[in-house]
């Protein structure tokens, strides 16, 4: 026996973008992009600065205006829909930058940020998020402003895992970090990943992204010149020279 909604949560996009187009004032971004990300995997968005990797992701979630094509969230025509419903739908999304509350504690920018996923689940718990990052376990009564960069980073992640989403989008989320907290930051998005959520990566590390996506897509000039699994990414150097100058 076929589980419906199994199978329709496998084969219906979680998001999806069909010939998305943005600009900035007169300044025309993406020019025509195709995206799209099912239940569970892991796809890392790449490309140089300034190639549309993050207007892609605002355009999509409602926060830059498409200026022509769809989005779809979970087979739904969400074009043009307000970003706190598209957000609603199962989607938590951590911007460039940080986005705490400097004078709430890490116990309250937890707390208030919980509720339970789409289907009801509560995976995601104050004790489990926690457990996970045990350096916000052991500041929970200090100020989200007296946090070092990387614990900001770390609870602004915690916070979208509150909400038990079923993608999580992490915009640039080791920019600027020590190694050894990116590396804190890796290790949870890989257990996110084991967790069934899925998710979107931009980041700089390539050799981070090349062993936890399942597949990868690389921007230029807001148009998609790539888009394989992770292998045939690692199996083509010529192709990261090219597009990524690495
Ligand atoms: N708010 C904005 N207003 C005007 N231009 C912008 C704005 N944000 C980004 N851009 C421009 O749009 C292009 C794509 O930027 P962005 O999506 O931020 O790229 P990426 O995330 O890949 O670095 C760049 O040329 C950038 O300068
Ligand atoms: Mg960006």
Do not use: C
């Not at 999806?16 to 995206?35: K, P, Q, T």
């Not at 205006?65 to 951590?94: E, F, N």
């Not at 929970?140 to 909400?163: N, P």
């Amino acid at each position: 026996m076929h589980d419906p909604a199994a199978l329709a949560s496998t084969a219906v996009p979680l998001l999806e973008a069909r010939n998305l187009h943005a600009h900035y004032g007169a300044s025309h971004v993406l020019h025509g992009i195709n995206f799209a990300i099912r239940a569970g995997e892991t796809v890392a968005l790449m490309g140089r600065n300034g190639m549309g990797k993050s207007t892609l992701i605002r355009t999509m979630l409602g926060l830059v205006r498409a200026s022509t094509g769809q989005v779809l969230v979970k087979g739904q025509d969400m074009t043009h829909t307000a970003p706190h419903l598209i957000a609603r739908s199962g989607i938590a999304y951590v911007p460039e930058g940080r986005g705490i509350f400097p004078n709430l504690t890490v116990r309250e920018n937890l707390v208030m940020a919980a509720r339970a996923g789409t289907r009801g689940q509560r995976d995601w718990t104050l004790d489990r998020v926690l457990t996970s990052f045990p350096r916000l376990a052991e500041r929970l009564a200090h100020g989200g402003g007296q946090l070092s960069g990387g614990e900001q980073q770390m609870l602004t992640i915690g916070r979208a895992l509150m909400t038990n989403p079923d993608l999580l989008i992490l915009d640039e989320a080791t920019e600027g970090l020590a190694p050894l907290i990116s590396r804190e930051i890796w290790r949870i998005v890989a257990s996110i990943r084991a967790s069934g959520i899925a998710t979107v990566l931009i980041d700089k590390n390539f050799a981070a992204l090349s062993t936890i996506a399942d597949r990868v897509h690389i921007l230029v000039k807001g148009s998609t010149v790539f888009e394989a699994d992770t292998d045939q990414l690692r199996a083509q150097p010529h192709i990261r020279e090219t597009f990524l100058g690495i």
